[in-house]
């Protein structure tokens, strides 16, 4: 048996002596107590092994006879040039932390997240299945030269019999032209320099200078065997770049040499017509023999190995589920032998190729994707500028990491264009499964990293001192007390953003003072899980406060950063309904009974307390509640207030057109309700925002068929038609497509002029009773006036059968006047308000303070 130092040690697959594999969930089964090897048996020995491969012996003179000695070099300096890069990433990731079983899909998957991680990680371990087919078939071509039953010469034992599967090997019968073997001449080197394309003899394809290559670097790709035997060295991070650059050096020399001397003494007939020369030129010919099957035999076994921890490490990190689920399985020993059975299954299937160089091309294709991820997890590290990544190995800069990446894909697509475009779809598909099944999160993504990293740079780009008109749009802060509430407002509020900053606020009542830590920061996880469950792009804000009105005026103030800050307050509507419980409603908050999710999280609807009941008290007075719009005014902020959202069309709230059946309507009566005829209420900036407001809601696909419809208020002496004229022309400027309604407004509903304002629009009434009743009778016609239309399934329904069936108005804007600055009127100012959209179900009252529309290019 051989002892626990011997390079052997590196390749007992099954043996329960053997290689103990790591167990933990990266990749590990034995602990640290398994990491023995040093390294050089544990990372030069197997990289030499695995780089030298069949290549060395059988596929030497393939190379230079076709390519000739100039062209062979190239290939050689290209490849490593390649390889060089990429074991300078593979240094910089293995010497800026621990590295765990698995090796390469470790470092990728654990820099680039479990989606790309994963996708990489099966590919590379496709490539180490074909590289083991690859060397067996270069194993089984050797033998059948010098022991099959059609083998020829002297050295043919012919005790192995040929059938068609094998007719690659016909090729042997020109080993009897050891003629054209030269010894060192200078004729010979001159005649080799040059390249002789010609039909490989085991394929009967026209050989170029990329099929060449492909078959030369397949030959080259072991550059990670020792890196996937991180699970056993003792010091992984010191060993992986130490051994790799040993091996990568030495390999590189061998290469070298074996080409000059091939050149020097072996005519291109011999090198082209015959793959196995060596053994013709060689002193004893057994000991080419000895050499092909102990490399054949060693990066085989290397191959299977690396794929078997490879496998066995996605099937830890459960990133495909059942399907690799036997992959875990490991001996007494430590051994994996479920991993091993899958990798020798698939082995078996891809040996039906038959043919080495056939395989080549495909083998090369996909190391070269997985040397493209290592370069590209070491530039995502680079450009990410993080902190904590600063590897002890310094010798790699964000250049060599992106003409690593760079390089592998050309050499992808030159190599094998329809390889690497089927490798990449490959890789595609496996991102898109992971992402959909959702992978582990405490590994860190680098891609968060990265955006950080240009988020903050283009912020600081984002001068609020160059915004104008013309690109303005909505970036609003929802003030919410309980979701399960709020829900369709929620949605409602992410149609109407426009691509702008959408911030859901939250107030927790407390001081600091009285307690022992910060009861808001475990709030964040559960609302941003209702961010997601809800599907509207929206960022998190919460804030604790002695007061909800103390705690939006720091909402107000702070959310956001440097130029996307909230520029429009959203609240729901102050008034006596009871809030609707959607959480129990909504398909997409369908929970388990027992208040679990999967993964044994508590369900979202044990998170948030039920809605406040009939008749409790309430965080917010509506003193306080007129204050907040009041604050929001001054600060200079948009304030839209939202009443009766529950009663939204649900297929308006959702995020595609669909198919919606019902036709609807959306209403917009840009003009102060308190004084109707006051002044040209829907030219005026808060009338131009309503106009806005409603115009981007029509954007969004889900109210793509919702007809737009405007109400202009007449006196009953007033003529129709001029001021129609001048609102469709207006409309006609800020194209905005319309209809517009010609409305005459009743005796009763705010006739006669105004009385002097306190402030703003706010009417400074002495008649007490009688300015409630005026504004009632305003509400009337205004219901009147929706339902003379065919609003036909709207609060109250038509009046005696008068109106006609129709469409019905699925969301009504309201102009907002402005609160009176008298704050004992608060209160009375919100009644009005109530009284005034007590019947029009769901509405959004709308006070705009700055310029949204611009008639200029």
């Known amino acids: 048996m051989a002892s626990e130092n011997s390079p052997l040690l590196a390749y007992r697959l099954l043996g329960e002596e053997g290689v103990a594999f790591p167990a933990n969930g990266a990749g590990g089964l034995g602990g640290e107590s398994a990491r023995k090897l040093s390294t050089f048996l544990g990372v030069v020995v197997p990289t030499v092994l695995s780089m030298f491969s069949i290549v060395v012996f059988l596929r030497i003179g393939f190379v230079v006879g076709h390519a000739g000695l100039l062209q062979a070099l190239a290939m050689l300096l290209v490849a490593y040039f390649i390889l060089a890069l990429t074991v300078l990433s593979v240094c910089a990731i293995a010497t800026n932390g621990a590295v765990r079983g698995g090796g390469a899909y470790f ?71 050891v003629g054209h073997f030269t010894g060192f001449n200078s004729s010979t080197l001159k005649a080799n320099l040059g390249a002789g394309y010609a039909k490989d003899y085991t394929t009967g394809a026209m050989m170029t200078f990329a099929s060449v290559f492909a078959v030369l670097f397949n030959g080259c790709t072991g550059i990670m065997a020792g890196a996937n035997m991180s699970g056993e060295l003792k010091d992984p991070s010191r060993a992986i770049p130490l051994g790799t650059i040993v091996a990568v050096a030495y390999t590189f020399f061998i290469y070298i040499l074996l080409f000059f001397l091939s050149s020097f003494t072996c005519d291109r007939i011999l090198l082209q017509e015959d793959y196995g020369f060596f053994r013709a030129i060689s002193l004893w010919p057994p000991l080419v023999l000895i050499g092909i099957y102990a490399t054949s035999i060693s990066a085989s076994m290397s191959s299977l190995i690396g794929a078997s921890r490879i496998l066995h490490a996605l099937a830890q990190d459960d990133l495909f589920g059942m399907v690799l689920a036997p992959a875990k399985v490991v001996s007494q020993g430590g051994n994996p ?63 060599t990491c992106l003409l690593g990446v760079a390089s592998c894909l050309l050499m992808m697509f030159l190599i094998s264009p329809g390889a690497a475009g089927g490798s990449l779809l490959l890789m595609g598909l496996l991102c898109a499964l992971l992402t959909a099944r959702g992978g582990p999160s405490s590994w860190g993504y680098v891609s968060q990293a990265l955006l950080f990293h240009q988020v903050r740079k283009y912020l600081l780009r984002l001068d609020v001192r160059k915004d104008h008109v013309k690109f303005w749009r909505p970036q609003l802060l929802l003030l919410v007390g309980n979701p399960r509430g709020a829900l369709p407002l929620l949605r409602l509020a992410n149609q109407l953003k426009k691509g702008g900053l959408y911030v859901l606020g939250h107030v927790t009542l407390g001081d600091l003072d009285c307690l022992p830590s910060d009861p808001v920061q475990p709030q964040y996880g559960a609302w941003l899980s209702l961010v997601d469950r809800a599907q509207v792009k929206a960022f998190v804000d919460l804030t604790l406060s002695p007061s909800v009105r103390q705690g939006a005026q720091h909402l107000l103030r702070i959310s956001g950063l440097g130029g996307m800050k909230p520029n429009t307050l959203v609240l729901g509507f102050y008034d006596d309904a009871v809030p609707q419980d959607h959480f129990l409603t909504d398909p997409a908050f369908s929970e388990p009974a027992n208040g679990t999710q999967e993964g044994g999280s508590p369900a979202l609807s ?94 969004v696909p889900a109210w793509h068929s919702a007809r737009l419809r405007i109400f202009l208020c007449l006196g009953p002496q007033e003529a129709p038609g001029a001021a129609e004229g001048r609102l469709r022309a207006l409309l006609s400027q800020l194209r905005i497509r319309a209809e517009v309604q010609e409305v005459v407004w009743g005796d009763g509903a705010g006739s006669g002029e105004p009385e002097e304002e306190e402030e703003g629009d706010f009417v400074n009434s002495r008649r007490g009773d009688s300015e409630a009743e005026a504004l009632a009778c305003s509400a009337n016609c205004l219901v009147r006036a929706q339902q003379g239309r065919g609003r036909g399934g709207g609060p109250g329904g038509p009046e005696g059968g008068d109106g006609e069936e129709g469409p019905t108005t699925a969301l009504t804007f309201l102009y907002l006047p402005r609160p009176p600055a008298d704050p004992a009127r608060y209160p009375h100012y919100l009644a009005l308000l109530e009284i005034l959209s007590r019947d029009l179900g769901p509405t959004l009252l709308i006070h705009g303070v700055t310029p949204v529309t611009c008639t200029d290019l």
């Open 606 to 699: 044990t998170l948030f307390p039920p809605p406040r009941a009939p008749g409790s008290p309430r965080a917010l007075s509506p003193q306080d509640y007129v204050a907040t719009v009041v604050d929001a005014l001054k600060m200079n902020k948009n304030v839209v207030l939202a009443r009766a959202c529950g009663a939204l069309p649900p297929e308006r709230l959702s995020r595609g057109s669909g198919s919606i059946s019902q036709q609807h309507h959306v209403d917009v009566w840009p003009l102060n309700l308190l004084r109707p005829r006051g002044g040209p209420g829907y030219v005026d900036v808060c009338g131009l925002f309503l106009l806005q407001m409603a115009t981007i809601l029509g954007m």
């Open 107 to 177: 470092m990728i998957s654990r820099t680039l997240g479990p989606e790309v991680g994963g996708s990489i990680g099966l590919m590379f371990y496709l490539a180490n299945v074909c590289g083991c087919a690859v060397s067996l078939l270069g194993l089984v071509e050797s033998m059948l030269d010098v022991f099959g039953a059609d083998a020829t010469g002297s050295s043919g034992l012919r005790v192995l019999p040929q059938g068609y599967g094998w007719s690659l090997l016909y090729g042997s019968l020109l080993l009897g032209l």
């Open 337 to 399: 032998w479920g991993a091993v059975l899958y990798s020798w299954g698939l082995v078996q299937l891809v040996l039906l190729a038959g043919k080495l160089n056939t395989l080549a091309a495909v083998v090369t294709v996909f190391y070269l994707v997985a040397y493209a991820a290592v370069d590209l997890s070491c530039l995502s590290l680079e450009w990410a500028s993080a902190p904590n990544f600063r590897p002890t190995f310094s010798l790699f800069s964000w250049h």
